[in-house]
């Protein structure tokens, strides 16, 4: 029973066997959280599913297992906190991943962890131990089902962060291992997610990292309480590997789970990715080369004849030419390598003014708006076979610039390999701090100076520090 491993796994996991590399990671993904969330906390989907949470639960939110709303300076249920961070750290597409699992792990992993680390008064200690414990299912899990899970149209942060949000509620509520596989069973069985949500312009992709956190934290209390879940959900001939993974013609001789469980315990949490531009990550290798070129050619864009962008077909099928929201916008590669070859890299702030000068409109007498409507017009996506044969272990892109006569028709191209943010190209933490100072300028950020000694603090107290 594969899940049977894996509970054994959360339950005898300890902090003591965390390898340094691992916690410092831990404390910059939480950093890099909390700046997200923080922000994210401002966005219309967090406003409309804080005040859906107030308005079901009467206005009382102040509970006797009560958590922090990050960003509103006020506590709720720990199951309603949870959900509405989720919602917050998944909403500008800003948070954190991992390449070959294609999953969002830290705005799943972290609002969790969080809720119950403050409700119930854990040690910074437990706090980790359960977000490493995230991790490590997360990756695990999320490798085992894509690129199939995928392609056949499921968001993997709604479906196997399901499964994550439950690994890591059980670990911080103590359950043990037969509660553990009850609370995956349950999780399996409300794992959701569809990626037609994140394509079709709605506020429904935030839903998912919300919905994932809740159902896990539910599914790990009713475990506790003596709630069943099936311990064969995940690879059973009616569960998730069967209906949301694989044909019709699966069946479990056909797929060996003992070379993926000797795995458990040994993901390098390192390999995750921090995120730079509030678009999908599917498009940040456009984005890093159409940077790259702008380097180049400066502000002389209004010269720039065409754009071919040839990329992996999963990043060219971003190719919304039309965008008609913001939800649509982070999904376009057209327009983003279109805003990086005009304004260069840009923030959420820098995105929120570009809308109001009329970004999504039919008519701006914004010079820049125009400017970077005209080369969206001039602008090819195409599928490279030669580099979809890469992914997912590579992200390339390769953009194709033609000046006009002016410049003597000439060519500059670039190519990216690994967007900015992976392991092998990564943030420095200074960097992560510039990220959040720019999404957050009035915050105090000599709060975030309690994240470098977590552990040695309970999470009450660190969540009292970071809330200033």
């Known amino acids: 029973m594969f899940l049977k491993n894996i509970s054994k796994f959360i339950s005898n996991y300890r902090y003591e066997q965390a390898t340094v590399e691992s916690i410092t990671t831990v404390k910059a993904a939480f950093l890099d959280f909390f700046g997200v969330t923080y922000r994210g906390s401002d966005e219309d989907a967090s406003k409309i599913a804080f005040n859906t949470v107030e308005e079901i639960f009467s206005g009382n939110l102040n509970l006797n297992l009560n958590a922090s709303i990050i960003g509103k300076n006020l506590k709720a249920d720990m199951l309603s906190a949870a959900f509405l961070n989720g919602v917050s750290a998944h909403v500008l597409e800003l948070d954190d991943g991992h390449r070959g699992a294609q999953i969002h792990l830290g705005a799943v992993i972290f609002p969790t962890a969080l809720a119950i680390s403050e409700a119930h008064d854990l040690s910074g200690r437990e706090f980790i131990e359960g977000v490493i414990v995230g991790y490590e299912v997360g990756i695990l899990l999320g490798k085992i089902v894509n690129p199939n899970h995928r392609n056949k149209g499921f968001h993997t942060t709604g479906t196997?962060?399901?499964?994550?949000?439950?690994?890591?509620a059980s670990k911080l509520l103590k359950l043990d291992e037969n509660q553990i596989l009850n609370a995956l069973g349950l999780c399996g069985t409300q794992a959701a997610g569809l990626l037609e949500s994140d394509h079709g312009g709605s506020m429904g992709k935030s839903l998912h990292a919300g919905k994932a956190i809740y159902n896990g934290i539910l599914s790990s209390v009713l475990a506790r309480n003596g709630f069943t879940g099936s311990g064969t959900i995940f690879e059973g001939n009616e569960g998730f590997l069967k209906t949301m993974v694989y044909d019709d013609d699966y069946t479990i001789e056909d797929f060996s789970l003992e070379s993926v469980l000797k795995e458990i315990g040994k993901v390098r949490i390192r390999d995750i990715y921090f995120k730079k531009y509030p678009f999908c990550r599917h498009i940040h290798s456009s984005i890093d080369t159409a940077l790259k070129l702008k380097a180049s050619i400066g502000d002389e864009y209004d010269h720039i004849q065409n754009i071919a962008v040839k990329t992996y077909s999963v990043a060219a099928e971003h190719n919304n030419f039309n965008p008609k929201n913001i939800e649509e916008l982070r999904q376009s590669?057209?327009?983003?390598?279109?805003?990086?070859?005009?304004?260069?890299?840009?923030?959420?702030?820098?995105?929120?003014?570009?809308?109001?000068?009329?970004l999504l409109e039919n008519y701006s007498t914004v010079d820049k708006i125009n400017s970077i409507k005209n080369l969206v017009n001039r602008m090819v996506i195409l599928s490279d076979d030669k580099l979809n044969d890469?992914?997912?272990?590579?992200?390339?892109?390769?953009?194709?610039?033609k000046l006009d006569e002016v410049f003597r028709n000439g060519v500059f191209q670039n190519i990216t390999m690994l967007p900015k943010g992976d392991f092998e190209n990564p943030y420095p933490l200074t960097e992560l701090i510039d990220k959040f100072k720019s999404n957050n300028p009035l915050y105090d950020i000599r709060n975030l100076t309690v994240i470098d000694s977590l552990e040695d603090y309970s999470m009450k107290y660190v969540v009292q520090k970071l809330n200033g």
């Open 160 to 168: 196997i962060g399901t499964f994550v949000a439950g690994a890591v």
């Open 333 to 358: 590669l057209p327009y983003a390598v279109a805003i990086a070859l005009v304004v260069g890299e840009v923030t959420v702030d820098d995105i929120n003014q570009l809308l109001e000068f009329g």
């Open 390 to 401: 890469l992914y997912p272990e590579k992200r390339p892109s390769n953009v194709i610039i």
